[in-house]
């Protein structure tokens, strides 16, 4: 396997090699945003594989940007010419542009002096966790090994390396994601899911209700999940310790291993 890294690379080289489709005026704009580790990934797959709506991915991930400069061979990216490669090249004929943003993405965005909201979304969805304590301990686990999907390889081995102060510094940043999503998007957001819900595909709702909004009519529509959930007994192991440093029942700092 490759590294995240490698692998956007390569996806920027096949979507040059894709035929172009300039985004009209009549077509629409798709926001999923979300809180990091909030199966964000698994959404977008289910929603990419009805081929109604455009390819969804982290379009306004800097990483992303970053492999589109490498492939262009220059340090300088200008937005405008960035989302308009990226629009005609994932929005096939469904007539829907649609992207994936964590909050942290859109404020890194901000910071570089564009706002995304800018571009006239016509639908948003926000997806969020329940149990923010998994969340932050998958959050801390994917920031140590760089392995932010299981078709990834990690960049190093996490033995040892997972600690409170990881998993706290992770939970204040999905916390201030909340926060800044509650100011600045929560009256815009059309439809709120939890990975929780949504996460079993066979019984929920969420999916259809989206489809449905967006006048996309799929008889007999049953989502299936494309991509492998990363949970296992170490994330499982992690959370278990960490609890029990938050009550106090613990003999020492989180030093697990695989």
């Known amino acids: ?38 199966g964000s990934t698994l959404f977008c797959d289910v929603l990419n594989s009805t081929a109604k709506i455009g390819e969804c991915r982290e379009w306004f991930n800097m990483r992303y940007i970053a492999a589109f400069a490498k492939m262009n ?17 994932t929005i096939g004929n469904t007539g829907i542009f649609a992207v994936n943003i964590h909050i942290e993405q859109y404020m890194a965005m901000l910071n570089n ?33 760089d392995q932010w999907s299981s078709s990834t390889n990690p960049l190093q081995d996490i ?13 204040n940043n999905i916390v201030e994601s909340e926060y800044i999503y509650n100011e600045n998007f929560k009256s ?39 991509s492998k959930q990363q949970r296992n007994d170490f994330s499982n192991e992690v959370k278990t310790e960490f609890l029990k440093y938050l009550t106090g029942d613990y003999q020492d700092d989180i030093k697990v291993h695989y």
């Open 1 to 38: 396997m490759k590294t995240t890294d490698e692998l956007l690379f390569d996806l920027m080289v096949d979507l040059k090699g894709r035929k172009s489709i300039p985004l009209k005026n009549t077509d629409r704009k798709v926001l999923i945003l979300s809180t990091p580790r909030s």
């Open 73 to 89: 061979k220059t340090a300088n990216i200008n937005f405008s010419d960035y989302f308009n490669f990226i629009s005609q090249k």
């Open 113 to 145: 002096k564009f706002d995304v909201k800018s571009l006239g979304f016509d639908y948003i969805v926000y997806l969020y966790r329940k149990d923010k304590i998994s969340q932050a301990v998958s959050l801390s686990i994917a920031q140590i090994s």
């Open 159 to 171: 033995s040892g390396k997972i600690n409170t102060k990881l998993i706290s510094n992770a939970l």
């Open 188 to 226: 815009m957001t059309n439809i709120e899911c939890c990975y929780e819900d949504f996460s079993d595909i066979g019984s929920t709702d969420c999916f259809s209700n989206i489809l449905e909004n967006l006048n996309i009519k799929i008889p007999k529509f049953r989502p299936e999940a494309p």
